[in-house]
């Protein structure tokens, strides 16, 4: 089981990100961030710590999240066993889940927020990363914590 979690804040110009993931070994490969860049988590059945940096080096040229995104997964014959979440630094987000990614994964992004998961019980998980990520917190912290708690 993997969570990951991207935000921005426009008001405060504030990046966060968290994950937690049932392997040690793992958990330290899933997030990376540059503040010229924005936010990504890679994660999945067998993770491609590649497609993390290329996308941030995709965002640190220019590139939005969806293309930065799609130009790493697409040329990847390993994709359908990975995920990928992205935050570029104007926050717009876009997201990957291959299709034999571990049951039940997915994720969810909007304006300034990704979130992943895999396996999951199910999409109501998703569901509550999504629901708790909206409410208001005192600091970014504190949002973290409590998506990965709804989780």
């Known amino acids: 089981m993997t ?12 990046f966060a990100a968290a994950a937690a993931t049932g392997s040690f070994c ?14 990504v988590a890679s994660q999945g059945t067998a993770p491609s710590t590649f497609w993390r940096d290329g996308v941030l080096r995709r965002m640190h ?26 935050l570029d630094r104007t926050g717009n987000s876009f997201g990957f889940t291959g299709a034999a990614s571990v049951s039940f994964a997915s994720h969810y992004t909007s304006r300034n927020i990704a979130v992943a998961g895999n396996m ?16 208001p917190y005192d600091t970014p912290a504190d949002r973290m914590l409590a998506v990965l708690d709804a989780a």
Do not use: C, F, K
């Open 120 to 135: 999951l019980s199910g999409p109501e998980v998703l569901d509550a990363m999504r629901l708790a990520v909206e409410e």
């Open 26 to 39: 793992v958990g330290g490969w899933v997030l990376r961030g540059e503040i010229e860049s924005g936010l």
């Open 3 to 14: 969570l990951s979690i991207l935000t921005y804040d426009q008001e405060t110009n504030v």
């Open 61 to 86: 040229e220019g590139e939005n999240a969806e293309r930065a995104v799609r130009a790493e997964v697409e040329p990847d014959s390993g994709r359908d066993h990975r995920q990928l979440i992205a």
